[in-house]
């Protein structure tokens, strides 16, 4: 976790370890109201058995820290994410949030996942006082993610005779989702991702890549690791479903419940990220007036290009 | 306010820029490193063009001689008009768009002279009864399930696409054990099928579409040619629940002539349970003749549409009225059955 790069008002930056059972402390020193749980790892470099560490443990702490009749938190916000599905063939094409015999996928990440929830889920039972919102974000595209660093290669390595849907999310959306989630009150499980789908074939043609179907749709662990050998990219395990049967989900319970949903399509999000990639990163915010008037300039330039003017216009206010 | 020097920088798409740019350059396409002679280049732009007018001096000769049509050019124009559909798709790059369920209509329309020309001239397909699918709206079509291979789908979506007078795309459903198979799963979602799973069923239904249901599923497939004009059992009837809780009609479709297509004489189990398939079987061709024995026999069909039975009159409480919905699948069948046994009587032979 990186600290704020620019200026903050009226916030408190504390460093603390969700590993470490501080937060039961912090959260009745400080009467603090509304936990938003951010500290789940999806998509990690390192061992799995960190990520579980992280995931697992990690939330365990935070909600004993939240639980107890003590506690002055009234809202709960846990991010999760559309990876506790997994990806396979029997799923309905549009997952619902609740379809039966859903959320049985083998791969580590989802079933921490799946844990984690059920952790929240048996601590919003327990604790009535407090609204608990699980946020199912949808898979990202950036720099950062797997499936970003995956597309923008210059061959991408798929699996034979396959062409998955995929849905992406965009990261204002996410972080929206979450704002929205942490002021509301309203309870349960919410999928969020971006409407409309996209083939893969056609997602690397429009990253301006191509599309080389060269791994065989059996013995997937050999597949990952000749991947991560020739190209550099690790694709973990969840991602090797996701690759070959795909996975959607459906998001109208967020439209009802929250009156509002992702601005972007998954055609956008794409399209912001593949024109993204001709686009210089941020150096060295010195002054935070500099680093404001950078990233006011790069909205500006992608609103131009993109379209969304209005939708980023509404996110900034 | 003044303007801040980055807004012209960056303003206009990359191309504007590019053209307005200070250090553009003009630059010529390399020459080809092989340059044919002209009459030859002449001749490669017109081979096409040549090759149509050589054909059709050709079949008219043919039939000055023997008095038939042998080569119809009605038909090559139509495969000429395939393979430059083709091409024009293959330029298309990522500009096209899926349905949620990943269907293609423009590519999956480029299809349709292929599987005409088996729907027309290979099993000479007889269509009964097409005004029963509605023209708009929603209705889920109920057909027997036979042949080893789902020829039957294929030719019942040419049908309605191709012999209604409002053409539209049926969307199939499809066991899930299909959607994991490589090719196969990518094709099936790109022409439009999708999982056999309730969900999607009243997804695509809400969606006014028309949606084809084997409620024999892989069971139909799989019966042997003694079997092969009897209807399996029709599961738990759960297409019935689907359309009255989404308020569709019931189109019951019996298809006659899909039986013969590979006829069945065994079913080697243990090699099915190797492969994880639901069956393997075996036929006087297949696996003997290798990938021969996947070619289907010339077999005469007819493909009849029975007038709607209308559970939306049911309230969707009714869909859980067990009794009731085994009732409607009972009278859903029967008229499958009934209408198997009539186009039998109505077809001549196996193969005229």
């Given amino acids: 976790m990186n600290d704020p790069v620019s200026a903050l008002e009226d916030m408190d930056f504390v460093h603390a370890d969700t590993r470490q059972s501080v937060i039961g402390k912090l959260v009745r020193q400080l009467r603090i109201d509304t936990v938003v749980h951010l500290a789940v790892v999806i998509d990690s470099p390192r061992e799995d058995r960190a990520t579980h560490e992280t995931n697992v443990i990690g939330t365990m702490n935070v909600l004993a820290g939240c639980a107890g009749p003590s506690s002055p938190v009234s809202r709960l916000v846990v991010k999760s994410s559309q990876a506790v599905y997994g990806a396979r063939p029997e799923y309905p094409s549009l997952i619902v949030e609740d379809s039966a015999g859903i959320g049985r996928a083998d791969s580590p990440v989802s079933r921490d996942l799946a844990e984690l929830e059920q952790l929240t889920h048996d601590f919003a039972l327990r604790n009535p006082g407090c609204r608990v919102a699980r946020i199912r974000l949808g898979y990202r595209m950036t720099r950062e993610t797997s499936l970003g660093r995956y597309l923008s290669l210059p061959l991408v390595p798929t699996f034979a005779g396959f062409d998955p849907r995929l849905q992406l999310l965009h990261e204002e959306d996410a972080a929206e989702a979450i704002a929205r989630a942490a002021l509301g009150d309203q309870e349960g499980v919410f999928n969020v991702a971006g409407d409309g789908v996209l083939v893969l074939s056609q997602a690397i043609a429009i990253m301006g890549a191509r599309a080389t179907p060269v791994l065989p749709p059996y013995g997937r662990w050999a597949s990952r690791v000749a991947v991560r050998f020739a190209t550099g990219v690790r694709i973990p395990a969840h991602m090797a479903d996701l690759l070959m049967h795909g996975s959607v989900v459906d998001c109208s319970r967020l439209q009802t419940e929250f009156g509002w949903r992702p601005t972007y399509s998954t055609r956008a999000v794409l399209d912001a990220f593949a024109l993204g990639q001709t686009e210089e990163p941020i150096e060295s915010p010195s002054p935070p007036q500099e680093y404001e008037l950078q990233v006011y300039l790069q909205r500006r330039r992608r609103e131009r290009r993109n379209g969304h003017g209005s939708a980023a216009l509404a996110l900034s206010r | ?352």
């Fill in chain 2, 1 to 352: 306010m003044s303007r801040l020097p980055a807004d012209d920088l960056y303003s206009g798409t990359q191309s504007q820029r590019r053209r307005t740019s200070r250090n553009a350059r003009v630059v010529n396409a390399p020459p080809p490193l092989l340059r044919l002679p002209r009459t030859m280049r002449r001749l490669q732009r017109q081979a096409p063009m040549l090759a149509i007018h050589a054909l059709s001096e050709l079949s008219g000769r043919l039939r000055d001689l023997t008095g038939h049509e042998l080569i119809d050019m009605a038909r090559v124009m139509e495969l000429m008009q395939f393979v430059y559909r083709q091409q024009q798709l293959a330029r298309r790059g990522a500009d096209y768009a899926v349905d949620d369920f990943g269907f293609d209509a423009e590519w999956t329309e480029s299809f349709l002279p292929l599987f005409k020309i088996l729907y027309r001239d290979y099993w000479r397909i007889e269509t009964a009864g097409i005004e029963q699918v509605p023209a708009a709206g929603r209705a889920l079509l109920v057909a027997n399930h036979a042949g080893v291979l789902p020829w039957d789908g294929t030719m019942i979506k040419t049908a309605v696409f191709a012999e209604h007078p409002n053409p539209r795309h049926v969307r199939a459903l499809v066991a899930s054990l299909f959607m994991g198979m490589p090719v196969l799963s990518w094709f099936l979602r790109r022409t439009g099928q999708t999982v056999g799973h309730p969900d999607d069923t009243r997804r695509l239904l809400e969606r006014d579409q028309l949606v084809l249901v084997f409620p024999e599923g892989v069971r139909g497939t799989g019966k042997l040619y003694q079997d092969r004009y009897k209807l399996r059992r029709f599961g738990r009837g759960g297409f019935v629940s689907t359309a009255i809780r989404s308020g569709a009609p019931i189109v019951p479709v019996s298809v006659v002539g899909s039986e013969e297509l590979y006829p069945m004489i065994g079913d080697a189990t243990p090699l099915a349970k190797l492969f994880g398939l639901p069956y393997f079987p075996i036929t006087p061709f297949w696996p003997w003749l290798g990938p021969l024995g996947i070619i289907p026999l010339p077999s005469k069909w007819r493909i009849q549409f029975h007038p709607a039975i209308h559970v939306e009159v049911h309230p969707p409480e009714a869909a859980d009225d067990q009794n009731l919905v085994m009732a409607l699948a009972d009278q859903v069948r029967d008229t499958i059955q009934q209408g198997v046994y009539e186009n039998l009587k109505l077809r001549r032979g196996v193969f005229v």
